[in-house]
């Protein structure tokens, strides 16, 4: 019992640990201020690796996340704001870097097509709701008396059944 017990949950450590975050932070380029290596780290995550593109510098280990890792690094520790240290790299690397893009003219297509998708479905399915319900509403007043009369005849017998 304590041998499979034992046998299951290491295959489930085995099928879980490649899906655990791997940092590739090597020792060698942490700081040894703790403050500012806490803010290199959140600003690492932030960054896209521009080798490996869906995942953040943090988290790579292609030579240029290395550069980048560093790089962020030195301007923190030059002294620049989290926010001069994400300009720097853009200015540099574009606005492809950021995981997260900022909100601006070039990007707002990219913002707002989610929104813009959510709207236009919206009234398409409104105008479809609304042309089938006026749709069945003509069909029952398009009937002649006869027609009528058989229909009532037919769900009469249906219900009494």
């Given at each position: 019992?304590?041998?499979?017990?034992?046998?299951?949950i290491?295959?489930?450590?085995?099928?879980?640990?490649?899906?655990?975050?791997?940092?590739?932070?090597?020792?060698?380029?942490?700081?040894d201020?703790?403050?500012?290596?806490?803010?290199?780290?959140?600003?690492?995550?932030?960054?896209?690796?521009?080798?490996?593109?869906?995942?953040?510098?943090?988290?790579?280990?292609?030579?240029?996340?290395?550069?980048?890792?560093?790089l962020?690094?030195?301007?923190?520790?030059?002294?620049?704001?989290?926010?001069?240290?994400?300009?720097?790299?853009?200015?540099?690397?574009?606005?492809?870097?950021?995981?997260?893009?900022?909100?601006?003219?070039?990007?707002?297509?990219?913002?707002?097509?989610?929104?813009?998708?959510?709207?236009?479905?919206?009234?398409?399915?409104?105008?479809?709701f609304?042309?089938?319900?006026?749709?069945?509403?003509?069909?029952?007043?398009?009937?002649?008396?006869?027609?009528e009369?058989?229909?009532?005849t037919?769900?009469?017998?249906?219900?009494?059944?």
């Amino acid at each position: 019992m304590f041998a499979r017990l034992a046998a299951l949950i290491m295959l489930i450590l085995m099928a879980v640990a490649p899906a655990t975050t791997a940092w590739a932070v090597t020792p060698d380029e942490m700081l040894d201020d703790p403050a500012l290596e806490a803010r290199a780290r959140a600003l690492s995550a932030e960054l896209r690796c521009m080798v490996c593109q869906n995942q953040s510098i943090d988290d790579s280990d292609a030579p240029l996340a290395h550069d980048l890792r560093v790089l962020l690094r030195e301007r923190l520790v030059a002294g620049d704001s989290d926010e001069a240290v994400i300009d720097f790299l853009v200015a540099r690397y574009g606005e492809f870097i950021l995981l997260k893009p900022r909100f601006n003219p070039r990007t707002a297509l990219l913002w707002l097509t989610p929104a813009l998708l959510l709207v236009i479905g919206g009234t398409i399915a409104l105008t479809v709701f609304r042309k089938r319900r006026l749709t069945s509403a003509g069909i029952a007043a398009d009937l002649s008396d006869e027609e009528e009369a058989a229909l009532k005849t037919i769900l009469s017998r249906r219900d009494g059944a």
